[in-house]
C-alpha cells in the first residue's frame, strides 16, 4: 500500500476526520504544523478553543484528504467535547515525555474519548518530545504497557526534529482507510460508509453498530 501526496485537483475520495488529545503544552499544535505544513514554531502560542489544518494524500490509489483537529488541552475549553469528537475516525492522544502528569492524564483523556466518540475509532498513543530524552520522565516500557492494555498504538514523536511525526499520522490513516474499505465492500445496507464525489462537508461516519464486524486488522483499534 503505497502513501503519496494527492494533487489537490483531485477529487476526493474520502475525508477523514482526526482528533489531537492531551494536555496543554504537550505539542500537538507543533505535531500538527509538522505534518501538514512540515513547520516547526518556537514561538508557538497556546491554542485557543480549536484550529484544523488537513493534508491531501493518496492511500491504495485512492485521494483521501486528511482533516486533523487540534483543541486547547485546558479545562476552561473543555465544553467543545461533543462537537470536537461528532464525526472522528482517528484520535491521537498526545502526552509530553518530560512530564509525567501529562501521561497520568491520558487514562481520563481516553476515557472521554471513548465516551464521545465511535466504539470503532482508530487511536494511536504518541509520546512527544523524543529530542529531549535527558528530561525523560515517562519509561517507554510504561507507555507500552499502557498501549497494549488499551489496545492502542504507541509512538514516540519529536515534532521539533520531525522524528516519527508522518510515520504516525500515515499509520493512523492506512488503519482507518483498511476499516472503512473492508466495511464498504462488506455491506451497501445505507449504513455503509459515506465516500464523497467532492470534499464539501463530507466527513467519513463510522456507524455505532456494526454487525459481524469482524477482526480488528490495524494496530491503533480502540477496544
Sequence with gaps: MSNLY??????????????????SAVGKSQLLARFARNEFNLDAKATIGVEFQTKTLVIDHKTVKAQIWDTAGQERYRAVTSAYYRGAVGAMLVYDMTKRQSFDH???????????????????????????????????????????????????TSALEATNVETAFLTVLNDIYRIISKKTLAANDGASYVKSGSFKGTKIIVPGQEPNSGSKGGCCLSS
Design 106 to 156: 491520558m487514562v481520563r483523556w481516553l476515557e472521554e474519548l471513548r465516551g464521545h466518540a465511535d466504539k470503532n475509532i482508530v487511536i494511536m498513543l504518541i509520546g512527544n518530545k523524543s529530542d529531549l530524552g535527558s528530561l525523560r520522565a515517562v519509561p517507554t516500557e510504561d507507555a507500552q504497557e499502557f498501549a497494549e492494555r488499551e489496545n492502542l498504538c504507541f509512538m514516540e
Design 6 to 23: 494527492g494533487d489537490f485537483n483531485q477529487k476526493i475520495d474520502y475525508v477523514f476526520k482526526v482528533v489531537l488529545i492531551g494536555d
